[in-house]
């Protein structure tokens, strides 16, 4: 199946500092791919959409000049969390959509995910 | 600094049974609906999906059952093993062509007893 990565996988920094998390597919070409964010035992929670080419869409109380995501090729997409506070401490995770998966096991639909980026901020 | 989490329902079997996991979605809208697994610390694992013109789907070990009448999904895994054990999620899509985001569920661990 299509595989997704992560840079890097954990990271710890001050206060005020800013971060930057890569997500690359790794055999596909993703038009779209989508950020997510989970907080300890709770379920992923969509931040935005990162389209190719254009300004990616944000879902609604994400603040977008906090989290800066830049999708400059059909391979990566970068969420750069700036000015990082300890309550943006959290689990990122990034997906893509593979446009031309088979129909039979898995739909375009279907979202592959990376392995998740531990961000703790001091 | 961290969330107050919540408490996940968990759902304990021993190995070799069956297990049943539950979902409600939430948008009568939603046309196509995928489990995950996610183990700790790592990314959700695609296990497998329906589109809302089925009813039934099976896999390897495991079915996906769709109820759009009551908007409810399950995921039965059969013979668990101890490494099933992880949370599960289910998650709904729906949208145009633009925007085929995923809505996800509140999960359930798994946890299963050797």
């Known amino acids: 199946g299509a595989v997704v990565s992560q840079h890097p996988s954990r990271v710890i920094c001050k206060s005020g500092t800013s971060v930057k998390i890569e997500c690359r597919s790794l055999d596909f070409q993703a038009t779209t791919m989508f950020w997510y964010r989970q907080f300890p035992k709770q379920s992923l929670m969509l931040m935005a959409t990162s389209n190719e080419g254009s300004k990616a869409t944000y879902e609604q109380g994400v603040e977008k000049d906090k989290f800066l995501i830049n999708h400059a090729s059909l391979t990566l997409s970068t969420l750069t969390v700036t000015s990082a506070h300890p309550e943006d401490s959290s689990f990122y995770i990034c997906?893509?959509?593979?446009?031309?998966?088979?129909?039979?096991?898995?739909?375009?639909?279907?979202?592959?995910f990376g392995p998740g980026t531990r961000l703790t901020v001091l | 600094g961290e969330s107050v989490g919540l408490h996940l329902p968990t759902l304990s079997v021993q190995e070799g049974d069956n297990s049943i996991i539950n979902c409600a979605y939430s948008?009568?809208?939603?046309?196509?609906f995928i489990w995950y697994k996610q183990e700790s610390g790592k990314g959700p694992q695609f296990i497998i999906d329906?589109?809302?013109?089925?009813d039934k789907r099976q896999g390897q070990r495991v079915t996906v059952l769709l109820n759009k009448t009551v908007k409810h999904l399950s995921l039965q895994i059969a013979a668990t093993q101890p490494g099933d054990s992880a949370v599960y999620f289910c998650?709904?899509?729906?949208?145009?062509?633009?925007?085929?985001?995923?809505?996800f569920g509140s999960g359930t661990r798994l946890q299963v007893q050797p």
């Open positions: 997906s893509a959509r593979d446009p031309m998966a088979s129909g039979g096991r898995t739909s375009t639909d279907t979202q592959y």
């Open positions: 998650a709904e899509n729906w949208g145009d062509t633009g925007r085929r985001a995923l809505t």
């Open positions: 329906i589109r809302s013109n089925m």
């Open positions: 948008n009568s809208a939603s046309d196509y």
